[in-house]
């Protein structure tokens, strides 16, 4: 299957099973259109015929195909079934928050439930039942989650140090992560983030009076001064060290790639600007016809990016335009997207276990508890055959190897199943995937 698209003003293609990516001119955009087909390359009677009609183009597919470097035979690769264990896990230390965010689809953290706060002993217990569902695995990875994951940070530490002790009794390695809205992060606690997590998540939405329409405190205050001075004080701390600044964007603000540049005119260096998923009948729901307005904008933040990105002082990083073809993961990561309810598990302040995160209160998708330590086999079926080998409608698309299949939680809340995509997220992440392959191509020929 052969992907062409125009970004930026220029024209491309992408060989999907081989990951040939080149930027080509007009002619051979013209011709590749022209022999391109589901299937592969067109009957050799048409390639002759249009042969006559662009003689230099079609030599050079000619010998791309022998070299086994364009319309590459679709591969009938079946990962792998999931050995059992697990190796990440996302912790929701705190059903509570102190934002009350618009959009927010924890119900302000408490997932349609109760306010919780998860126990240090939960908290070890959770570590203990990943360490001993591990296996030989020895990288394994603890995302602290909530609602607010600074309003337990008593439960945070226990975790912490007692994951420091597995580590030399179970000889693992716990990469620990957090996720966070700064509202609370003094310089204790950043102290022990910086010290203890591998990566720290903090969360604004960019322009002052964007993030402030929806990102209010309990009480309903603006929260932005705050959370802008305690995520900078983090960053500077934080120096070269992993760190991300996350923002939603939603139907508040279509005009995004401002908001991505605010965020990078305020200091930082590590961006990611999410889509927000909300149902139509939400007043700030994305929708289809607001699609060609956020394409529009995806390609204005990318040539932005292209030119903040040649001079130091200006750089940045923006998580959805990353790719990289040469070290990219192996072909059975590339088939079953982030492992939710395989190797990845959510675990509430109760132990239950959901599939990730956005499963946690439905509880068609409750797999188990920490404490029996048994996973519901019938969901772990399903999650094993959860990926793009089995998805016809992603078998076939062109962006198949960086989406892995999309988001399952979306997929049964916009279509009642894990296997069918929520399309308008795919459209999204199509369109940014052609901005990251323009903007590597680019880069790469400079
Ligand atoms: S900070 Fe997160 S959990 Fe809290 S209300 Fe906002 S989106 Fe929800
Ligand atoms: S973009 Fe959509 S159709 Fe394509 S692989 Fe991702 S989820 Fe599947």
Redesign the pocket.
């Known amino acids: 299957m052969v992907h062409t698209f125009s970004c930026l003003g220029q024209n491309f293609l992408l060989d999907v099973e081989s990951g040939t990516l080149c930027r080509i001119d007009a002619n051979m955009r013209k011709f590749i259109d022209s022999v391109n087909s589901p299937s592969g390359v067109i009957g050799s009677g048409e390639f002759s015929r249009l042969r006559k009609l662009y003689p230099e183009e079609a030599d050079e597919v000619s010998e791309l195909v022998n070299k086994g470097l364009l319309f590459t035979k679709a591969s009938d690769f079946v990962p792998p079934k999931p050995d059992g264990t697990i190796k990440s896990m996302c912790l929701n230390i705190c059903h509570n928050c102190n934002l009350a965010c618009a959009y927010c689809f924890a119900d302000e953290g408490k997932y349609s439930g109760q306010k919780a706060s998860m126990t240090a002993e939960t908290a070890c217990r959770a570590l203990d039942f990943l360490a001993e569902k591990s296996g030989t695995r020895r990288n394994l990875e603890v995302d602290f989650f909530g609602g607010e994951p600074l309003m337990n940070m008593s439960a945070v530490y226990a975790a912490v140090e007692h994951g420091r002790k597995l580590e030399k009794s179970h000889g693992k390695n716990f990469r620990f992560t957090i996720t966070t809205n700064a509202l609370g992060l003094n310089d204790e606690i950043s102290d022990f983030l910086d010290k203890e997590m591998y990566n720290v998540v903090l969360s604004i939405d960019g322009r002052k009076n964007v993030h402030n329409q929806v990102r209010k405190t309990q009480g309903g205050k603006d929260s932005f001064d705050v959370v802008l001075q305690n995520a900078l004080a983090f960053r500077r701390k934080r120096g070269d060290r992993q760190y991300y600044v996350r923002g939603t964007f939603t139907a508040l603000n279509k005009d995004f790639a401002a908001d991505a540049l605010a965020l990078a005119d305020y200091g930082f260096d590590k961006l990611s600007l999410e889509p927000v998923v909300l149902p139509d009948s939400h007043p700030l729901a994305l929708k289809d016809s607001d699609l060609p307005e956020l394409f529009e904008q995806y390609e204005s933040l990318a040539a932005e990016y292209l030119k903040r990105r040649k001079t130091p002082e200006t750089w940045f990083s923006f998580f959805h335009f990353i790719v990289d073809l040469k070290h990219s993961p192996c072909l059975s990561k590339r088939y079953s997207s982030c492992g939710a309810g395989t190797e990845y598990v959510a675990v509430t302040p109760s132990g239950e276990i959901y599939p990730c995160h956005q499963f946690v209160g439905n509880a068609a998708y409750k797999m188990g508890n920490i404490e029996s330590g048994e996973i519901d086999s019938a969901l772990y079926e399903k999650f094993c055959a959860n990926n793009?080998a089995y998805?016809p409608?992603?078998r076939d698309?062109w962006?198949?190897y960086h989406?892995?299949?999309?988001c399952a939680a979306n997929a049964v809340n916009f279509n009642g199943n894990i296997s069918s995509?929520y399309k308008t997220?795919?459209a999204l992440?199509?369109k940014r995937l052609e901005c990251a392959l323009a903007v590597y191509c680019l880069e790469n020929e400079e």
């Open positions: 793009l998805k409608v992603c698309c962006a198949k989406c892995s299949g999309g995509p997220a795919c992440m199509q």
